[in-house]
């Protein structure tokens, strides 16, 4: 399977403005968000940022020098590749819902056409986890 394009960054401080995220990228890819590059989305809940890199960019590497940065150190950020996944969280499911329309749904080109291989619902949450076939289906 390919690298993942994906790298989280964790440790990110609520006072770390995007904008500081997007330089330390960029001077440590060489990219540029401005050009496409790459997307930074930053999740407070959970202190991090996801990085979305568009282009053939080994995340690895990126997330290894991220690590030795002294910015980033300074920071306390740290960087790794987001694992692939087959399955995904799906919440705000109204209650009752059968696990029959579940899949279905997901099958649904129009949703994505990825096949589903299970569905494990969570009624006390208004949730289920969704298992694809493979990760692509959950992209």
Same mark, same amino acid.
């Given at each position: ?16 403005? *995007? ?12 990219? #540029? ?5 790459? #997307? ?39 960087? @790794?590749?987001?694992?692939?996944? @087959? ?10 819902? $059968?696990? *029959? ?24 949450? *208004? $949730? ?5 076939? *493979? ?5």
């Amino acid at each position: 399977s390919q690298p993942s394009a994906v790298v989280v960054l964790e440790n990110v401080r609520e006072t770390v403005k *995007d904008c500081m995220l997007i330089m330390l990228v960029e001077n440590i890819s060489g990219l #540029s968000e401005d050009d496409g590059d790459f #997307s930074v989305e930053i999740v407070p809940e959970i202190r991090a940022a996801v990085v979305t890199f568009t282009g053939n960019i080994a995340a690895g590497e990126f997330a290894k020098e991220l690590n030795q940065n002294h910015r980033a150190k300074q920071q306390n950020i740290t960087a @790794r590749c987001l694992e692939l996944t @087959r399955s995904v969280r799906v919440e705000n499911i109204p209650p009752n819902t $059968a696990s *029959d329309y579940i899949t279905v749904y997901f099958e649904n080109k129009k949703n994505g056409g990825a096949q589903v291989v299970d569905v494990q619902q969570l009624p006390d949450e *208004d $949730a289920a986890i969704v298992t694809f076939s *493979d990760h692509k289906g959950n992209a």
